[in-house]
């Protein structure tokens, strides 16, 4: 960057001119709301959250057919398009207000390690919308980045470190998934900087809850557990295989927590271009949330560990401590509450599927 003094200072004071005061909404309930990967877990439930809210225009999009959908709201317009592809990236981005790219190639340990080629292909997504939604006008875009953007080597350790912000740099993301959504990051803070575009960007935590992946190769480690609970106590066979030694620990967010996060950090002026933790901070290890899942489901369990599979870091937790500065605000949801809520909607999912009913949330 020799010689570009100049310039920086120049998008620098651009920037600062555009943010306002602290925080801000000017309330547009029949502004367009976009919201990518909507299909899927975590963009399904806000899109429900922003109708509950009193939104009349919102626009779901999800590459996966409709009837593939873990939700769809009625009212919403849903539309099934390969965010990949730029053109529809355009046309999905046409009037919008404000934008939500929620969607990615991603799962658990299990796909992020086996498939980086596919996680790191998403880039597409969030470069192709970014530009659209600039052509667009919209007035904020949101992007769901990871704390698998975190540098690996500050991970090593089960008794983790929270990891704070600027613990990104100097980077060594997650291999494949993580070093995409840096990337993506870098692309969303360069929109603002220099086209003066309003982004906003969290990183997430570990999400869970009703609604989510609970099988299939994609699911994530609250889910994986309860499902294998219910299967060992459907099924008579008393035992759970665990991935790893059991003493991995991380930190997991419930999605009531997330969806409000992703609004309230959206809407905050001074996070405008900044990456900020959204997750909880609550700690635990695998072993205490296979014990957990039992003691909801009341079930002692045979445990075996598979050292083999795939296992991630060693310990991960958030630090909190900007995201309350800032929002006077942190996800909150006890552990046991919110896993005791998804347990309970997976054992039904699970009876549904066994007995050849449908399993997507399509009415209100
Ligand atoms: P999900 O897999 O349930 O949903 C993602 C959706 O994006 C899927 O429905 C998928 O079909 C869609 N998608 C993928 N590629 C697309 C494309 N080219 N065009 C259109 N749609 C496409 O995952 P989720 O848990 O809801 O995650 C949402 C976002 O949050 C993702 O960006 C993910 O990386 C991020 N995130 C999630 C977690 C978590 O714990 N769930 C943690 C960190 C970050």
């Given at each position: 960057?020799?010689?570009?003094?100049?310039?920086?200072?120049?998008?620098?004071?651009?920037?600062?001119?555009?943010?306002?005061?602290?925080?801000?909404?000017?309330?547009?309930?029949?502004?367009?709301?976009?919201?990518?990967?909507?299909?899927?877990?975590?963009?399904?439930?806000?899109?429900?959250?922003?109708?509950?809210?009193?939104?009349?225009?919102?626009?779901?999009?999800?590459?996966?057919?409709?009837?593939?959908?873990?939700?769809?709201?009625?009212?919403?317009?849903?539309?099934?398009?390969?965010?990949?592809?730029?053109?529809?990236?355009?046309?999905?981005?046409?009037?919008?207000?404000?934008?939500?790219?929620?969607?990615?190639?991603?799962?658990?340990?299990?796909?992020?390690?086996?498939?980086r080629v596919e996680c790191l292909r998403s880039v597409l997504v969030n470069t192709h919308m970014t530009e659209a939604a600039w052509r667009a006008g919209a007035e904020r875009y949101f992007f769901s980045s990871s704390a698998c953007a975190y540098n690996t080597e500050l991970q090593k350790d089960p008794k983790a470190i929270a990891l704070k912000e600027s613990d990104a740099y100097p980077a060594m993301a997650e291999r494949g998934y993580g070093w995409e959504k840096l990337f993506s990051e870098m692309v969303c803070q360069e929109y603002w900087a220099e086209r003066g575009m309003k982004t906003y960007i969290a990183r997430f935590h570990n999400v869970y809850g009703p609604w989510g992946t609970w099988d299939g190769g994609r699911e994530k480690a609250p889910a994986a557990i309860c499902r294998k609970v219910i299967e060992a106590k459907e099924t008579g066979k008393l035992a759970i295989e665990i991935w790893g030694t059991g003493e991995q620990t991380r930190s997991f967010?419930?999605?009531?927590?997330?969806?409000?996060?992703?609004?309230?950090?959206?809407?905050?002026?001074?996070?405008?271009?900044?990456?900020?933790?959204?997750?909880?901070?609550?700690?635990?290890?695998?072993?205490?949330?296979?014990?957990?899942?039992?003691?909801?489901?009341?079930?002692?369990?045979?445990?075996?560990?598979?050292?083999g599979a795939p296992q991630g870091v060693a310990g991960r937790n958030s630090d909190n401590t900007f995201i309350k500065k800032v929002l006077g605000w942190e996800p909150s949801t006890p552990f046991r509450a919110g896993l005791t809520k998804t347990y309970r909607w997976i054992e039904q999912q699970y009876k549904d599927r066994r007995a050849g009913r449908r399993t997507v949330r399509d009415t209100v």
């Amino acid at each position: 960057m020799a010689g570009d003094g100049g310039k920086q200072e120049a998008r620098k004071d651009m920037a600062t001119k555009k943010q306002g005061g602290s925080s801000s909404r000017t309330i547009r309930k029949d502004g367009l709301i976009v919201v990518t990967g909507a299909g899927g877990f975590i963009g399904g439930a806000l899109v429900r959250y922003f109708w509950d809210k009193g939104f009349t225009r919102i626009r779901a999009v999800d590459k996966k057919p409709l009837y593939d959908w873990y939700q769809r709201t009625p009212g919403v317009e849903c539309v099934s398009a390969d965010l990949s592809e730029r053109e529809n990236c355009t046309r999905v981005c046409q009037d919008a207000w404000e934008i939500y790219n929620l969607a990615a190639d991603m799962g658990g340990m299990g796909f992020i390690e086996r498939f980086r080629v596919e996680c790191l292909r998403s880039v597409l997504v969030n470069t192709h919308m970014t530009e659209a939604a600039w052509r667009a006008g919209a007035e904020r875009y949101f992007f769901s980045s990871s704390a698998c953007a975190y540098n690996t080597e500050l991970q090593k350790d089960p008794k983790a470190i929270a990891l704070k912000e600027s613990d990104a740099y100097p980077a060594m993301a997650e291999r494949g998934y993580g070093w995409e959504k840096l990337f993506s990051e870098m692309v969303c803070q360069e929109y603002w900087a220099e086209r003066g575009m309003k982004t906003y960007i969290a990183r997430f935590h570990n999400v869970y809850g009703p609604w989510g992946t609970w099988d299939g190769g994609r699911e994530k480690a609250p889910a994986a557990i309860c499902r294998k609970v219910i299967e060992a106590k459907e099924t008579g066979k008393l035992a759970i295989e665990i991935w790893g030694t059991g003493e991995q620990t991380r930190s997991f967010m419930f999605i009531e927590d997330c969806v409000k996060g992703i609004d309230m950090i959206t809407h905050c002026e001074e996070l405008t271009a900044v990456p900020i933790n959204l997750g909880s901070s609550e700690l635990l290890s695998i072993n205490a949330l296979v014990s957990l899942a039992e003691e909801i489901g009341g079930v002692r369990l045979k445990r075996r560990y598979d050292l083999g599979a795939p296992q991630g870091v060693a310990g991960r937790n958030s630090d909190n401590t900007f995201i309350k500065k800032v929002l006077g605000w942190e996800p909150s949801t006890p552990f046991r509450a919110g896993l005791t809520k998804t347990y309970r909607w997976i054992e039904q999912q699970y009876k549904d599927r066994r007995a050849g009913r449908r399993t997507v949330r399509d009415t209100v």
